[in-house]
């Protein structure tokens, strides 16, 4: 496992020396290089010694179990390599540099820095995460060439859906249209009027779901229709299933759209869009079309995890705000860079509450035929379907209860602990104001533990700590 440890780790070293690429449009922040450089190519170095020392075995692949360990301990050792460059020149403390590692790399977005001082090779430092957070560990390292995982480590990563049989294929196919919305995305933010640094910034934040931003008031500094076009749009493709996007890419119109997700989707951006614009028009909004305007930025942003936003929220009804938590709650899809709860759930959840009905009402020596299409196949639903829920559900509420709770200790209003608590927990990214850089830090460590925990699905963080503790007990008593 520390084999496999050590090609993350350097994977992460390399991507720490990709600011000072971008140094030479910027020379006048080369004395930021020993910044990236000194961590990156310490990081790099040490993964690679580690490959040496702990080379994985060409025949031995790991399991979900192993491979939650690998995750979680990469995940964590590169948050903090990240944070170094934050601390070395923004003067963030570590608390306050790891909460923004983390918020990069899980793709929320809440941040702690003042982009309007920040130098330009920080900002797109801060994107690069993004990016790189939203392919995942197990993309980044197979489509990398990197050595045996084994089914357990993608199903770790939340990678279990695969767009073909092989393994190392799928993940470089995954690589390329993620690499294609990267390309597209900046194109199209150009053609709507942003400068090319914006564009690369805002394209890496939107494929990826994170929504940092080079400006305070995120997407709504350009005030323009044409820029929120193109940024819903990046979310929504962001937020779709990679085995999703696939079918829709090879022309398999019939399972794209009857695609379970997709189904969900299709009913949760307009119902929520005009839910939220009947509260905000008159009541924010004098007009109809800006009330809808920002009502399907905003729910578009809070559903698919984003976090672009057009407008603080201060001024929004309380009805409204609810709308947006209900949304992260959700979430996007599973397989995807979007965080939450995941729409499979729900739309399992709705289509439960519907056989149940169906199944009192016919007479019992009928049989309901309980099935789902998702990606190209139609799957019957299983118990563990339902206990996956359930679990997750679970392990949700209680981080949430938790959470919030610090915050309250700390002075915040219940309303603003709950928004930003299910916005760490589901890296969404959207902010009612509670995330500052004068935040205390037991509420920006919580919201730290919330990002990790949500990012990679609670269970498998889980999994991982009884692996480490079984693992440590089972050596002891061997020692004796």
């Avoid at 390329?176 to 199209?188: P, S």
């Avoid at 809070?302 to 009804?317: I, N, Q």
């Avoid at 709308?323 to 439960?352: C, D, E, N, P, Y």
């Avoid at 509670?434 to 990012?455: I, Y």
């Amino acid at each position: 496992m520390l084999g496999h440890f050590g090609l993350l780790f350097m994977l992460g070293g390399f991507a720490t020396l990709t600011p000072l690429i971008a140094l030479a449009a910027w020379p006048g922040e080369i004395r930021h290089a020993p910044a990236f450089a000194v961590p990156g190519a310490t990081a790099a170095m040490a993964g690679w010694l580690m490959t040496r020392v702990f080379r994985p075995r060409p025949s031995h692949s790991l399991t979900m179990a192993e491979g939650g360990v690998v995750l979680v301990l990469a995940w964590g050792g590169i948050s903090i390599l990240s944070a170094i460059p934050l601390m070395a020149t923004l003067g963030l403390n570590f608390t306050q540099a790891v909460f923004e590692s983390v918020s990069g790399w899980t793709t929320t977005g809440l941040s702690v820095v003042d982009v309007t001082t920040a130098p330009k090779s920080v900002l797109l430092w801060r994107s690069i995460m993004q990016f790189l957070g939203g392919a995942g560990m197990a993309v980044a390292l197979l489509s990398a060439g990197g050595g045996p995982l084994g089914q357990g480590f993608i199903l770790a990563e939340g990678r279990g859906d695969q767009l073909v049989p092989n393994v190392r294929r799928s993940a470089r196919l995954v690589a390329w249209i993620y690499g294609g919305y990267a390309v597209a995305g900046t194109i199209a933010y150009r053609l709507a009027g942003m400068d090319f640094f914006d564009s690369v910034n805002h394209t890496f934040a939107a494929i990826s779901t994170g929504g940092f931003s080079t400006r305070p008031a995120s997407i709504g500094a350009w005030d323009s229709p044409a820029v929120e076009a193109v940024s819903i749009a990046l979310m929504l493709v962001g937020s779709f299933n990679f085995q999703t996007v696939h079918l829709a890419l090879t022309r398999r119109w019939r399972a794209f759209l009857g695609n379970a997700e997709m189904q969900a989707t299709f009913v949760l951006v307009p119902v929520s869009a005009l839910v939220a614009m009947v509260f905000l028009w008159r009541t924010v909004y004098p007009t109809l079309g800006e009330s809808f305007r920002h009502g399907v930025f905003e729910t578009v942003s809070a559903l698919t995890t984003t976090g672009f936003s057009l407008t603080a929220y201060s001024a929004w009804p309380a009805t409204a705000v609810f709308v947006l938590i209900v949304l992260m709650l959700i979430g996007g899809h599973s397989g995807s860079t979007a965080g939450g709860l995941k729409q499979l759930r729900l739309h399992l959840f709705a289509r439960t509450v519907g056989w149940e009905v169906k199944r009192i009402l016919r007479p019992r020596s009928a049989i309901v035929v309980r099935e789902f299409r998702m990606g190209a196949d139609v799957q019957s639903a299983q118990p563990s379907h339902f206990t996956d829920l359930a679990a997750i559900g679970a392990l949700y509420a209680a981080c949430l209860a938790v959470s919030v709770t610090v915050c309250l200790c700390h002075g915040i209003d219940l309303q603003s602990a709950v928004f930003e608590m299910v916005s760490c927990l589901s890296t969404v990214g959207l902010s009612i104001g509670a995330t500052t850089a004068d935040t205390p830090a037991p509420v920006l460590w919580s919201g730290t533990a919330g990002m990790f925990l949500g990012r990679l699905e609670f269970l498998i963080v889980a999994v991982a700590i009884v692996k480490v503790v079984t693992d440590f007990a089972a050596l002891r008593s061997g020692s004796r």
